[in-house]
C-alpha cells in the first residue's frame, strides 16, 4: 500500500512537473514566438508583406506590426475572442516583445484574479501580484509607461507583464526578451541624441532648401513675366 502511494505521488509530481515545464515558457504567446523574423510573424498573422510600420533606421532597426486576430465563437454563436489587437515589435529583424491589447467588453468585470488565475495557467505562477486581488487596478508597481502592473512573470531572459492603464481604462498584456528590450532602449535612446545633435545642421539645409526652391520659382515667373510687363 505504501509503495502504491508513494508511486501515485511520484506520477502527480510528474505530471506537475511536466505542466510546470510548458507553462514556464514565457516566450511563447499562442504560435508566435520572441525572437521570430518580421517575414515569419507576418505570414502567421496573414498581414500584407510592407505593412510593417519603420520606427527608427539607427543605430538599430526597430519596426512595428499591428494585427487583429480574426473573430470566434462559441457553439452559441457567441464572440469569445478577447484580444482587440496584437502589437509585434521587432529590433534588427527579431521579434523582441508582443503587447497584446484586450478589448474593454470582453474583459469587462474581470478582477485582477480572474486574469492572474487565468494567465497562470498557462505560464505558472507570477512572482509579482497585487495584494488585494479582488479588486480592480490596485497595482504594485507602475510600467515604463506609466500604466499600473498588475502582475508579472519573468524567466531567465523573459518578462512577461500584465498592466492596467487608467486613462482610458485598457488592459495589456506584455511578453518581452529583456536583454533585447534594453539593446532597443538604448538604441532609441541613441537615435534622439543624434537627432538632437544633427537638428542645426537639418534646419540649416532645410532653410537652404527653401531658399533655392524660391530663387528657382522666381526665376521661372521672370521668364513668363518680363515680355508681359509694361510700365
Avoid: C
Amino acid at each position: 500500500m505504501n509503495r502504491l502511494s508513494t508511486l501515485a505521488v511520484t506520477a502527480a509530481a510528474l505530471v506537475i512537473a511536466t505542466v510546470g515545464l510548458h507553462a514556464q515558457d514565457l516566450s511563447q504567446y499562442r504560435e508566435f514566438r520572441l525572437g521570430n523574423t518580421l517575414e515569419s510573424v507576418e505570414k502567421a498573422t496573414g498581414v500584407a508583406p510592407g505593412e510593417a510600420k519603420s520606427i527608427q533606421q539607427r543605430p538599430g532597426r526597430i519596426e512595428e506590426l499591428r494585427w487583429r486576430p480574426s473573430e470566434r465563437y462559441n457553439d452559441k454563436m457567441v464572440p469569445t475572442e478577447p484580444v482587440r489587437e496584437v502589437i509585434f515589435t521587432f529590433y534588427n529583424d527579431q521579434l523582441f516583445k508582443i503587447a497584446v491589447d484586450y478589448d474593454r467588453q470582453r474583459t469587462e468585470g474581470l478582477t485582477d484574479a480572474d486574469l492572474i488565475d487565468s494567465i497562470s495557467t498557462r505560464y505558472g505562477v507570477s512572482i509579482l501580484q497585487t495584494t488585494d486581488l479582488p479588486t480592480r487596478g490596485l497595482a504594485l508597481t507602475r510600467s515604463p509607461d506609466g500604466d499600473a502592473v498588475v502582475a508579472r512573470w519573468s524567466d531567465a531572459d523573459t518578462s512577461l507583464t500584465l498592466v492596467r492603464g487608467t486613462y482610458p481604462t485598457t488592459l495589456r498584456l506584455i511578453l518581452a526578451l529583456t536583454s533585447t528590450d534594453a539593446l532597443a532602449r538604448n538604441a532609441a535612446a541613441e537615435a534622439a541624441r543624434l537627432d538632437r545633435a544633427e537638428a542645426p545642421q537639418r534646419e540649416a539645409e532645410r532653410v537652404n532648401r527653401m531658399a533655392e526652391d524660391s530663387r528657382v520659382a522666381a526665376e521661372k515667373a521672370r521668364v513668363v513675366n518680363k515680355p508681359l510687363f509694361k510700365p
